[in-house]
């Protein structure tokens, strides 16, 4: 017999309103606590589950996948980036993937210039001269940074964050220069006054700030590799509102160190948690524990795109943020 609700699995806690309606739509099972699903617990979700929200602390392989019962048929992520899924397998195994783009586009280009700004002019190490209360007083020559207006800014991933981050950036009066894997059509490009590099290398070479906003994919992974992070001037910064593994982290944590690079801003790590504990020692490092999109008003949005998708998927339509492995 046919069962009228569809049984929805959600791996964390969401915004009460969010939980609120997936009870009134759906059949689902919520996590009793926060904190990311162990991976038994997760596998036996997915034996049971017609449908699965997870978030970025749940991976989701092959093996798992293999795992998943015959119900299993939409992975509904709460989420932009679908790393943690191997969306290719699941696509073949009949299983869809969606997830969660725009409505967390603006706050993570707010963090990435807040980024921008707190490496450039220091604001952090003003901050702790106030907090450890060793303030000397007002010098001309204290804590001088660099300005924004003017600088060459290189962004790496010209998608909807990359252009929102482009529009802020010329607000701050800075040059666009970006490297995408197709270049805008010119009723994007024209507004931002963007230059487009085919080519990376050339792009490294001239920026004064890098901003990372591609997703991470096998051909992104370490696009930022030891050879190319060499090509920036000694006095260029990175700021990375993405996926650590764009860039080679330890590479990344030896040139500052050197004094190779003049700093970084970094709100995700190559390793998740696990920050290289060198970087933590630099003062002209800024790190943020992945709270590009961390609003209020994100979370909520991020939970009524999730809704839509299983409800459109429900009414047998496509999901309209289906996420298909071309686009990877
Ligand atoms: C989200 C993110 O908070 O959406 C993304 O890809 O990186 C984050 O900003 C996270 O994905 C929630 O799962």
Known sequence: MARDRLCVVVTRRLPEQVEARMKDLFDVRLAPDDGPMDRDVLADAMQSADILVPTLTDRIDAALLAGAGDRLKLIANYGAGVDHI?????????????????????????????????????????????????????????????????????????????????????????????????????GLEEPLEATYHDRLDAMVTLADVISVNCPHTPSTFHLLNARRLKLMKPTAVIVNTSRGEVID????????????????????????QGVNPRLRELPNV????????????????????????????ADGHRPPDLVVPAML
């Not at 204290?142 to 010209?158: E, F, P, W």
């Not at 981050?165 to 220069?177: D, N, P, S, T």
């Not at 982290?249 to 998740?272: P, S």
């Open 249 to 272: 982290e330890n590479a990344l944590t030896r040139m500052l160190r050197a004094g190779e690079l003049a700093g970084a801003g970094l709100d995700v790590y190559e390793r998740g």
């Open 86 to 186: 191997d969306v290719a397998t699941a696509r073949q195994r009949g299983i869809l993937v969606s997830n969660t783009p725009d409505v967390l586009t603006e706050d993570t280009a707010d963090m990435g210039i807040a980024l921008m700004l707190a490496v450039l002019r220091r604001m952090t190490e003003g901050m702790a001269k106030m907090q450890d209360g060793v303030w000397e007083g007002w010098a001309p020559d204290a804590l001088l940074g660099t300005r924004l207006a003017g600088k060459r800014l290189g962004i790496l991933g010209m998608g909807r964050i990359g252009q929102a981050v482009a529009r802020r950036a010329r607000a701050f009066g800075m040059e666009v220069h970006y490297h995408n894997r197709r270049r805008l059509h010119a």
């Open 286 to 313: 800024v790190l943020l524990p992945h709270m590009g999109s961390a609003t209020r008003e994100a979370r909520v949005e991020m939970g009524e795109k999730v809704l839509i998708n299983i409800q459109t998927f």
